[in-house]
């Protein structure tokens, strides 16, 4: 029994809330806290009404704000927060739980906002305050980094001797029916994927112009679809936590008519992240456009297909070499029908949950600041499956890659 805080109320902080509202065995009080508290009081209304768990508070809180954090923690007395507003907020809500003594779990590394630049140093940094403090942090904790994180985990514990080639495959075969969106959160999404890309091999980082490598692979239940090598967080920590990978990389698919789109808002300046001014205010291209287009948050009605995230993996047992492919595949319409969100949201907040769900029960409890990989994968597996995202194991198999 006990008390969680979420903060954020998009995609992701909407399953959060309903599959923590699932548990009230583990999760018996929740708040829902974001910078606009209406956003929290639908979703709060909406998981009341789909599950029963009636303890769900909100707030309004600016989570870049750390007296205000503080505060909202000191008056609700949470033992965990979940974050899933966005990567800006990582630093200062650490810092919040560091003054207030409260265990963190997040779902995507910290992002400076003037700089496009993604990597684990800043919160890595964190880990002695942590382990003095006696408290515990859970780094990216959703499907990719995340789960991704977890069935590597698995496949070293279980499959692998010595893990030696890893891919990451993320493929998102479902069709919102619009001419332009993102899944999660455009600004981050589209900074994430302009910037150069990058992969493991050999002890050093190879560095990519962005879509310079391209693949046709397939996926379960979709078929063949075109996948890009980009740089992706987890890949750091688990060519740091895996010291046998000899090389890993992340693939993700994207249709012509994206990348079409993509070009376009690119060499027109508007994935600019610099302010401009305009009608003598200043603003900033790329927060503008996320202002004009689809809500992801609104996309789940109409979508239909589905994901398949997993991680293609190449090494050795017992002297021999092997193959093994580890992948969930999540129905976008399933996932609306039962949060109101889409897939992208929905495989990013159930293993929130699961990963919270392991704290608050001791499974997942270390003093100091981890990724997900560093934890027993097996009780978060076991369980995983049932809240929503069932997984599959090939052994044995060409990896196309
Ligand atoms: P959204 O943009 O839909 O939601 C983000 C929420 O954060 C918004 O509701 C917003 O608040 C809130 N927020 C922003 N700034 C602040 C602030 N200063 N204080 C308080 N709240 C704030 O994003 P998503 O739900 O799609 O994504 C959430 C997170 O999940 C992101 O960090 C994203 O990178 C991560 N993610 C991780 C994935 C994974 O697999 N690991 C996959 C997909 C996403 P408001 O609306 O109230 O103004």
Not at 55 to 72: G, M, R, S, Y
Not at 116 to 134: I, L, N, P, T, V
Not at 339 to 347: E, H, K, M, P
Request: glycine share 8%; net charge negative; hydrophobic share 35%.
């Amino acid at each position: 029994m006990s008390k969680v805080l979420i903060i954020g109320a998009g995609g992701v902080g909407r399953v959060t809330t309903i599959k923590c509202a699932q548990h009230p065995q583990v999760f018996s009080h929740i708040m829902l806290a974001s910078r606009t508290k209406s956003k929290c009081d639908e979703i709060a209304a909406d998981a009341r009404k789909r599950t029963g768990h009636q303890k769900i508070e909100t707030a309004a809180v600016d989570a870049e704000n750390v007296p205000q954090l503080v505060e909202l923690i000191r008056s609700f007395q949470p033992e965990l927060v979940i974050h899933v507003a966005l990567p800006y907020q990582d630093l200062t809500i650490m810092d919040a739980c560091l003054e207030t003594g409260v265990h963190y779990l997040d779902t995507a590394n910290y992002e400076p906002k003037e700089e496009a630049k993604f990597e684990y140093s800043w919160q890595w940094a964190y880990q002695d305050r942590f382990r003095e403090k006696g408290i515990c942090a859970v780094l990216g904790c959703g499907f990719d980094p995340g789960v991704t994180g977890v069935f590597t985990a698995r496949a070293a514990k279980h499959h692998f001797d010595e893990i030696h080639y890893l891919d990451i495959v993320d493929c998102n075969g479902g069709d919102h029916g619009k001419a332009f969106a993102t899944n999660f959160n455009p600004e981050i999404n589209i900074r994430e994927i302009t910037q150069k890309g990058k992969y493991w091999e050999n002890g050093q980082w190879v560095e990519t112009e962005p879509f310079e490598f391209k693949k046709s692979l397939n996926y379960p239940n979709i078929g063949a679809r075109n996948s890009y090598l980009l740089y992706h967080e987890e890949l750091e920590s688990l060519v740091k936590n895996f010291p046998s990978i000899k090389r890993a990389r992340f693939w993700m698919t994207f249709g012509d008519e994206y990348l079409t789109h993509l070009r376009v808002i690119e060499n027109i300046g508007m994935s600019r992240i610099d302010p401009v001014i305009y009608n003598g205010v200043e603003i900033v291209p790329l927060q503008f456009l996320k202002a004009v287009l689809p809500d992801p948050g609104d996309l789940g009605e109409n979508y239909t297909g589905e994901t398949s995230i997993g991680c293609r993996i190449k090494g050795i047992k017992n002297g021999q070499e092997k193959t093994y492919y580890i992948y969930n595949n999540c129905s976008h319409q399933a996932a609306f029908d039962e949060t109101g969100a889409q897939g992208v949201s929905y495989t990013t907040g159930v293993p929130a949950m699961t990963g919270a769900m392991m704290m608050l029960q001791g499974e997942w409890m270390k003093k100091g600041v981890f990724n997900v990989e560093e934890f027993n994968p097996d009780p978060f597996l076991d369980k995983l499956g049932g809240h929503g995202l069932p997984w599959t194991e090939l052994h044995d198999i060409d990896l196309e890659l």
